[in-house]
DNA sequence: CAGTTATTTTAATAATTGTTTAATAATTTA
DNA sequence: TAAATTATTAAACAATTATTAAAATAACTG
């Protein structure tokens, strides 16, 4: 993943709204959940709904599919990960797992 | 932590400038990096390394020690986790490792 | 103390972002 | 086909954010 894709997703995440529809699409897993009944779950207008949902899709945070005349969405847990990838990658040099190194690596 | 807060550390590396700095602290460890080589390293101007410290610093994701005529930025690794855990939380509704369930558990 | 180096602050400007309202598109039901 | 439901788009406005240049602060050196 790349620094300007990375910038982009955390840009989508870091908005309240946004921020709470990803992570009930986190719990909800792949089936997803109606754009309709997370507006209603979060008290959001359905119009701001949308230009929600096509910030995190742009990202690709999440998917979507029609069924009926509701759209499903349902976080992207491949891109997820690697973002988070990204930000933890080579965490202290690579040496130990949880960075309890006490000396660092940079001059 | 609190949304707000993850909210706030989301946007702080929203941006490039800020997430190649915080991507060097991670790789350096605990005991990271003077501010004027990271403004050579990444090219930018100290005046907007400064700008960019203070918004890292505002977030709680990095922190910074005075040495001599020096200042030293490092990473803070607690809040990253906590941060990322954040995202991660409730997978799947708790179910498996990897998000691998294929049915969903939001109706 | 004067001079130099390292970093921060301030002020000004340019660009981006979130919310609301109203209108439009797509799908189902009668 | 017409009406109802679900969701998206477009336009407008208010608010926030990034960058630059210049000035100021802080710490060391001779």
């Known amino acids: 993943m790349e620094s ?13 709204t ?3 529809i990803f992570r009930l699409l986190v719990v909800c897993g792949p ?14 207008s359905p119009a701001n709904m949308s230009f929600h949902f096509k910030t995190l ?9 029609q069924d009926g005349r509701f759209v499903y969405y349902a976080a992207n847990f491949a891109a997820m990960n690697e973002m988070l990838a990204y930000l933890t990658e ?8 949880g960075c309890d190194v006490p000396v660092g690596k940079c001059g």
Chains 1, 2 share one sequence.
């Not at 300007?4 to 908005?15: D, E, G, K, N």
């Not at 899709?57 to 599919?65: D, E, Q």
């Open 31 to 44: 089936e997803g959940m109606a754009a309709g009944q997370l507006a209603e779950k979060l008290q959001v």
């Open 57 to 65: 899709n742009h990202a690709g945070l999440i998917v979507n599919r």
């Open 18 to 20: 946004r921020l709470a």
């Open 4 to 16: 300007a894709q990375v910038v982009t997703a955390l840009s989508a995440l870091a908005q309240p």
């Open 90 to 97: 080579n965490c202290c040099a690579g040496s130990g797992d």
